[in-house]
């Protein structure tokens, strides 16, 4: 078994200088996006973080279920509070970004991103985000950022060994893996890229394309789980964090919701 997160020891290795310094810790939550969603907004500082060691029904994509086993992952929200809400797409993978290389430093694969939110190494998933924005009227209240991250190889439930992968199976040091400290270098990834995003830098949709899955490649393209005719070369996103192709007579093709996946090499629509 597993311990549990430590959250002094997080806090020794915390580097980031406002995220994750209101941190909430809960050793079991239903869902940590569903908790802060609920959260009093005189109560959720910008920046905050809830963790958990056991999300008993926390959701995905799709309202697909994310299976966490106690002790194990890495499952926690970021709640952000900006003052505009446009973008939020580009957000979303920027964060996907900021984690992929944070895990980078773990892996002996590449940690890279398969739109619109799962993170992938050596073909098999390794976590996921999912990205929720709650208004007042129409001036954004709070942007939810759940990630669910497979750490520990009893970490995940429920899931075929052929399609999730955890970072201990691809971590060569013998030294035991902890969480508090991985955590640590998401928050301090995260928080510059919320920067980025934040300041509106120009290069943040370019920097993001190159660790999309298929970027610069010739693929097919699946729309609520149809092929589309013939085939498209994945130019990555544009600064809206919308999905742009060509397709076969050159025209450019934007999409702009999740619905949308890149079908590389024999992969079938699932």
């Given at each position: 078994m597993k311990q549990p997160f430590d959250v002094d020891l997080l806090n020794s290795r915390l580097s980031s200088s406002w995220l994750g310094r209101k941190?909430?810790?809960?050793d079991q939550v239903e869902s940590t996006n569903s908790y802060l969603k609920k959260l009093p907004g005189?109560?959720?500082?910008?920046?905050?973080?809830?963790?958990?060691?056991?999300?008993?029904?926390?959701?995905?994509?799709?309202?697909?279920?994310?299976h966490s086993g106690p002790n194990q992952n890495?499952?926690?929200?970021?709640?952000?509070?900006?003052s505009h809400a446009d973008r939020v797409p580009l957000l979303t993978?920027?964060?996907?970004?900021?984690?992929?290389?944070?895990?980078?430093?773990?892996?002996?694969?590449?940690?890279?991103?398969?739109?619109?939110?799962?993170?992938?190494?050596g073909g098999k998933k390794l976590g996921g985000i999912l990205t929720?924005?709650?208004?007042?009227?129409?001036?954004?209240?709070?942007?939810?950022?759940?990630l669910g991250l497979n750490i520990f190889k009893e970490g995940y439930e429920g899931v075929s060994p052929e399609q999730a992968v955890c970072l201990e199976e691809l971590n060569d040091?013998?030294?035991e893996l902890k969480r508090e400290e991985i955590l640590a270098k998401c928050l301090k990834a995260i928080e510059k890229a919320y920067l980025q995003w934040e300041k509106q830098d120009p290069q943040l949709h370019n920097t993001v394309s190159r660790r999309?899955?298929?970027?610069g490649q010739w693929v097919r393209i699946a729309i609520n789980g149809r092929p589309e005719d013939g085939r498209f070369k994945f130019l990555g996103v544009n600064r809206e964090g919308e999905l742009t192709a060509l397709?076969?007579?050159?025209?450019?093709?934007?999409?702009?919701?999740?619905?949308?996946?890149?079908?590389?090499?024999?992969?079938?629509?699932?």
């Amino acid at each position: 078994m597993k311990q549990p997160f430590d959250v002094d020891l997080l806090n020794s290795r915390l580097s980031s200088s406002w995220l994750g310094r209101k941190f909430i810790h809960m050793d079991q939550v239903e869902s940590t996006n569903s908790y802060l969603k609920k959260l009093p907004g005189d109560k959720l500082v910008h920046g905050t973080v809830l963790h958990t060691d056991h999300q008993t029904g926390g959701r995905g994509q799709y309202k697909r279920i994310w299976h966490s086993g106690p002790n194990q992952n890495l499952t926690f929200t970021i709640a952000f509070r900006p003052s505009h809400a446009d973008r939020v797409p580009l957000l979303t993978l920027a964060c996907a970004h900021a984690v992929s290389e944070a895990l980078s430093g773990f892996s002996n694969e590449p940690v890279l991103i398969k739109w619109p939110n799962d993170l992938i190494a050596g073909g098999k998933k390794l976590g996921g985000i999912l990205t929720e924005c709650i208004f007042l009227g129409n001036k954004p209240d709070r942007i939810l950022i759940g990630l669910g991250l497979n750490i520990f190889k009893e970490g995940y439930e429920g899931v075929s060994p052929e399609q999730a992968v955890c970072l201990e199976e691809l971590n060569d040091e013998s030294a035991e893996l902890k969480r508090e400290e991985i955590l640590a270098k998401c928050l301090k990834a995260i928080e510059k890229a919320y920067l980025q995003w934040e300041k509106q830098d120009p290069q943040l949709h370019n920097t993001v394309s190159r660790r999309l899955i298929g970027y610069g490649q010739w693929v097919r393209i699946a729309i609520n789980g149809r092929p589309e005719d013939g085939r498209f070369k994945f130019l990555g996103v544009n600064r809206e964090g919308e999905l742009t192709a060509l397709n076969e007579e050159l025209d450019v093709n934007t999409f702009k919701h999740g619905q949308v996946r890149i079908l590389t090499g024999n992969e079938d629509v699932s």
